[in-house]
């Protein structure tokens, strides 16, 4: 079965700075897609971004990029000028392409921005 | 509406008593999914349907869960005898591609007293 872990419960950034948050996972797949969500106060889970792992290039959306290293099963986030809005919580999950069609999540980063 | 639209927001219920939690997805999309998050956790996957059929529900705890999506759209999570380890945070998320990429509610919140 597949697993994520993140490994960082809290974190905090100073607004305008970076800030870069850990995943690893564990598949014995070699063709599936990761997540991050962002869940603010409202619980609303938000898509943030996706990587598709067959794609070399990470992806990037914004101030919102990705590391995404396949052979150590690592995806971590990156967020640039950190703006106050970008507190919440962060959730990185795995989707297998083929089978078994449901998002795993691990247990999330709280993000807080200090202004 | 435009989004995922979950009632109740809250529920407040005491042990043993039965629960309807109801999910209404976005229009057109096939597939709905149940995931129930406890207190400073990641969701965690119940049930799935694609269409009207339970694809896999591999994730409903026990027997006292069960989810119906009779017309292929709105889909019910019941809970029975409700248990207070029942309390947590029920989201439902609808997709209509198969690459993850889903949509959520702002989940109902059931606490069991």
């Known amino acids: 079965a597949q697993t994520v872990t993140q490994s960082q419960p809290e974190m905090s950034v100073q607004e305008a700075e970076t800030v870069t948050l850990s995943c690893t996972y564990d598949?014995?797949?070699?063709?599936?897609?990761l997540f991050w969500y962002k869940q603010p106060p409202s619980r609303q889970m938000i898509l943030v971004i996706r990587q598709e792992a067959y794609k070399q290039q990470n992806a990037t959306e914004n101030r919102f990029s990705v590391n995404f290293q396949k052979a150590a099963k690592s995806f971590s986030l990156k967020i640039s000028d950190s703006q106050l809005g970008d507190a919440a919580m962060y959730f990185c999950a795995y989707w297998p392409n083929f089978g078994n069609e449901k998002l795993t999540f691990g247990t999330g980063t709280r993000l807080t921005i200090i202004p | 509406g435009a989004g995922v639209s979950q009632t109740p927001s809250n529920k407040v219920t005491e042990k043993g008593k039965y629960v309807e939690l109801r999910c209404d997805p976005i229009?057109?999309?096939?597939?709905l999914y149940w995931y129930r998050q406890s207190l400073g956790q990641g969701p965690e996957f119940l049930i799935y349907?694609?269409?009207?059929?339970?694809?896999?529900d591999s994730g409903l705890p026990n027997d006292r869960f069960f989810a119906v999506r009779p017309e292929g759209s709105v889909s019910t999570l019941k809970i029975q005898r409700t248990e207070r380890g029942d309390s947590a945070v029920y989201l439902c998320?609808?997709?209509?591609?198969?690459?993850?990429?889903?949509?959520f509610g702002e989940g109902s919140r059931l606490t069991v007293l």
């Open positions: 598949t014995s797949e070699s063709d599936y897609y």
């Open positions: 349907f694609q269409g009207t059929g339970a694809a896999d």
């Open positions: 229009s057109g999309h096939t597939a």
């Open positions: 998320a609808s997709s209509i591609s198969n690459t993850g990429e889903l949509f």
